[in-house]
């Protein structure tokens, strides 16, 4: 198995992402790393993290960087040797499995739509994220790979959400919920109205309008929502948790007893920390695409870039595309 | 100062709201009551919370209530003698300076979008709600009277928010921020891209486009939405809130040194709880219909009916109508 991972991409770049490869060298034995980049800006790293000569890895030398303040489109366009489209041909040239990058998220979905092309009857890919729930873990999507959506757009998501969760919680019949604000069929917006009806009428396990605040008590196995939606819902969850570890702390410095009991409790808030733990799940699954595809945050630490090469390599395994392939097709919901 | 309260509205009416206008009473010596519901129903509560033959207090009968799964406008137009729609005419004839309700929240802005009709220039109604961020609260509006918006529509809202927050938060230039899934302007979708240039042309302090993951930093005084993106957030962090006092008691109560620890610490989890606590802000601001609405949780406490009363009082004494047309007229945004 071998996985191309884009050198270039993240706010850290490229130490960061070198860091992280050679920790997933070591961890992952069974997988070559084709590492795809500006060769001299990434060299010193290589050295510093004793990889410059891995037999699992191989260097491809790229000029060019998508930069994250870049339209996507234009920037996949005109910068063709771009380290995330290098790394997308790879993969669809056959010399590789799987792509990974914590670059611009809309750059890697316009180089792999392009260079990948989609899985037949997919049209437009989704951004799939594991979310913590306090009965387990559920599926978001899509989490931002397409802003504007249509109801036959949803439905190709909800049958890919589906097949995903077969895999990721072995599940057979995984309870599939519309992301909207209210449980009755009559509630909702425009979009997610019409998908309602397209849902009810599909060979899915589908549970109807899911809410907000049922959403972290696993009200459902996959969530679908709009790229839009999801990307803030996505976003606030983050500042939210980020901002209650905040006054957590805040609360726990005021006086010495608090102090002590905050010492007492020390293993307990790691334990807490790790739940929403992003890092720990390895980034996002562009699912739809033909190959394997995950893009981790821009702020991706080397423990992050590490799990989110774990992770493609456990979706090449899988074989996760065969069974949203087979899902699609017998859905019959091809939007043409 | 007299404030009607939909005495039939919430989960758990009219025993809690009556218990919340009792609290209310003896809180607020100079505000007088019409409780508006069914006489019958109310009478129990009346008397066992000692409010029966309160001079502050007069009861309005009313037959008929709108049920939570009632679709909102064709059950204001059939059931004309509904305690919303009573209430809300209350305010329409000057017999009353304020509605209170924490019933059905689409029937709320229904019926006092009717009977109340919409301040001068002001198109929509939104729902204003202050949430918590580490460097204080901010305004976020539409959190869900107008599912699909057009983009006019946010640059009302924007304008009241910003009279809202000069008000709330003391502050002269409110900074007001749309919220996207990214910073630059061409990030977002067809609705936030068009509202960003009315925004910018408009002279307001606009900061541009804000994210999920700044909001609870306080990115901006006030965040612009439309009202499914704002439900869904609203919801979804009540929801992770729930979800990680949950996952705090289940750390804690793992081995008995967490425990001790976690009775060190009693007060300062107490204090953690009352940051995120939306019954303290006493429920959120219908702004834009001609007079003072307030809008509880379906769930509320006593205690939210009793904030959400005295909010009801601030905004009257607030003059905030005022501040909204004038800001309206100014920024020549009505879309007719």
Known sequence: ?????????????????????????????????????NEKAMLPFLKKFHIAKNPQLTVVHTEQVVNMDDPSVAAIRSKKDSSITVAATLVSEG???AVVSA?????????TKIRMKMLPGVDRPAIAI????????????????????KPMHLAQFAVMGEAFARLAFSTLR???????????????????????KILSDMPLNFIGNVEGNTLFNKAADVVVCDGFVGNVLL???????????????????KNPIRKTGAI????????????GDAEEYGGARLLGVNGICVIGHGSSSPRAIRNAIRVAEESVKFGINKNITEAIAEAGISAG
């Open 1 to 37: 198995m071998r996985i191309a991972v884009d050198g270039m991409g993240g706010d850290n770049a490229p130490a960061v992402v070198v860091e992280g490869v050679a920790e997933a060298l070591k961890r992952l034995p069974g997988v070559q790393i084709a590492l795809v980049g």
């Open 95 to 97: 010399k590789a499995d």
């Open 103 to 111: 670059g611009h998220t809309g750059a890697a979905v316009t180089a």
């Open 130 to 149: 594991i979310m913590p729930a306090t009965q387990g873990p559920f599926i978001l999507l899509d989490a931002g790979a397409n802003i504007d959506c």
């Open 174 to 196: 995984p309870r599939i919920g519309l992301l909207s604000v209210g449980e009755e069929d009559v509630k909702g917006n425009d979009l997610t109205k019409e998908t309602f």
């Open 235 to 253: 976003k606030a969850t983050e500042g939210m948790a980020r901002a209650s570890m905040y006054w957590l702390k805040e609360a726990l410095s």
């Open 264 to 275: 007492l409790m020390k293993s307990a808030f790691r334990e807490l920390k790790e739940i």
